[in-house]
């Protein structure tokens, strides 16, 4: 049967990095030349933001596509997508508490009160932070079996930050929606593969 070899493999890592890099280049190219729409601290937030989402539902994806394509090599692709989608939400909060809180930490908590989605996100953003410190080889070894168990966590944050995405939108809510029921899919795909292991 034919496989991917390490050699395609090595590129398509290349092109991932590329890929995943260019968008935050556009950005700064965009607002650098003024083009990012009537406010450009809101078009940095969602457009990280939105990036981050992309970059874990093509994460969780990984794994059912290694699996029908019978290719298990390009699960490797799931650590950089992984630490990709966590560096867009890195920058993502970076954005919200540089441009628009503009380091005012006693607004953060009226903001949170006046915007309760903002806990959803942070809730994610920690299941992702946990998931980026313990994605090295070292951790992995040393958590042993506890390493998958705190792994399965991006299914909850998955849904968590379509939830955040949901919440924070005031009338568009075709988008969000369509994101809720993406996450919902790739979950059942998960569960469908624990249910045939009990
Ligand atoms: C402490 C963590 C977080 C904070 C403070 C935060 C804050 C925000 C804010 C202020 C908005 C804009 C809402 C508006 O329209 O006014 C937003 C939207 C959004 N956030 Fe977050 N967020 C956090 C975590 C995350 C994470 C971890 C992700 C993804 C992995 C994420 C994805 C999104 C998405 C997809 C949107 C909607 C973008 C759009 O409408 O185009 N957020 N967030």
């Not at 190219?29 to 078009?43: I, T």
């Not at 915007?115 to 920690?126: F, N, Q, T």
């Not at 958590?143 to 939830?163: C, E, F, N, S």
Request: aromatic share 12%.
């Amino acid at each position: 049967m034919w496989r991917i070899s390490r050699r395609a493999l090595f590129w398509g890592k290349v092109l991932l990095h590329v890929a995943a890099a260019l968008p935050i280049a556009l950005l700064v190219l965009a607002v650098y030349r003024d083009d990012a729409g009537g406010d450009p601290v809101q078009y940095i937030i969602h457009f990280l933001g939105k990036g981050a989402l992309n970059l874990l539902l093509l994460t969780l994806l990984v794994s059912p596509v290694a699996a029908w394509t019978k290719q298990g090599m390009l699960v490797q692709l799931r650590r950089p997508l992984g630490l990709w989608t966590f560096c867009y939400a890195c920058l993502h909060l970076l954005a919200y508490i540089s441009l628009d809180l503009l380091f005012a930490w006693q607004l953060l908590l009226q903001e949170v009160i006046k915007r309760p989605y903002i806990v959803v996100g942070a809730c994610a953003w920690l299941i992702l932070l946990s998931l980026a410190l313990t994605s090295f080889k070292a951790a992995q070894r040393r958590m042993g079996k506890r390493w998958q168990q705190l792994h399965y966590g991006i299914y909850p944050a998955v849904l968590l930050v379509t939830i955040h995405y949901y919440w924070s939108v005031k009338s568009e809510i075709i988008e969000p929606s369509l994101y809720i029921l993406l996450a919902l899919l790739l979950l059942s795909f998960r569960l469908r593969k624990f249910s045939r292991k009990v």
